[in-house]
């Protein structure tokens, strides 16, 4: 680690947003009290006051919806293996491309994302040291400790810290013991140089075991600091999930 970098002061918030859904077709355009799901996305983002937004997308249909609302939104390759890998693209898409030194990932199917969670993941990049950051939450539901689709992360966190390392990400109930188990949320925060380094890595064995992209950046030796909050956020996977949504968010736009 380079314990003499600044904390990045450029930052930029970019949106991956994808039409392939098999549980819920055309899941980015999906009408949430007259708007498509991917615009209250991008309202959250711009929320969070960090920064520019850009949403990356695999085809036309979502960056005109995207720029309809006024944002702005860059096409991307539809065959990218993770959100990472199509922000990467969007963002060196950009004309000013190199005047960014963090890149916020912000995920395309949380459309109730209270901003304060992005400002949280993004305040961790303050410590010079840290190369990405993320958030989690105490896993409450003695159910989700055991189910393969809530990932856990392995925290190590001093008492009563709001923050700690991330040592390891599993589907797995993990740690054992007592004590909180915590659910992760794919909302990252990278600077600039360690996406770029993440990106251009092949998968690694335990990222390709587990099936989780978090361990590609452990095993090249990036840091991971993840910032605990109160609740995972809402994300939307299903029908049932979208109307759970338009209830959360009620007539916001």
Known sequence: MISSRHPPKNPIIIIPSRMGSTRLPGKPLADIHGLPMI???????????IGPVLVACDGVEIAQAVERAGGKAVVTRPDHPSGSDRIWEALNALADHAAYDAVIN????EPTLDPAVIRAAWALLGDADVDIATVAAAIKDESKKQARQVVKA?????????????LYFSRLPVPAGEGDMYHHVGLYAYRRD???RFVAAKPSPLETRESLEQLRALSLGLRVEVGIIDAVPMGVDTPE???NARRALGGKS
Do not use: F, I, Y
């Not at 615009?39 to 006051?49: K, M, Q």
């Not at 392995?154 to 991330?166: C, I, K, Q, S």
């Open 106 to 109: 912000v995920q395309g199917d």
């Open 194 to 196: 360690a996406l770029e």
């Open 241 to 243: 999930d979208l109307e």
């Open 39 to 49: 615009v209250h996305v991008w309202n959250r983002a711009r929320e969070s006051g």
């Open 154 to 166: 392995v925290v190590d966190l001093a008492p009563d810290a709001t923050h700690g390392r991330g």
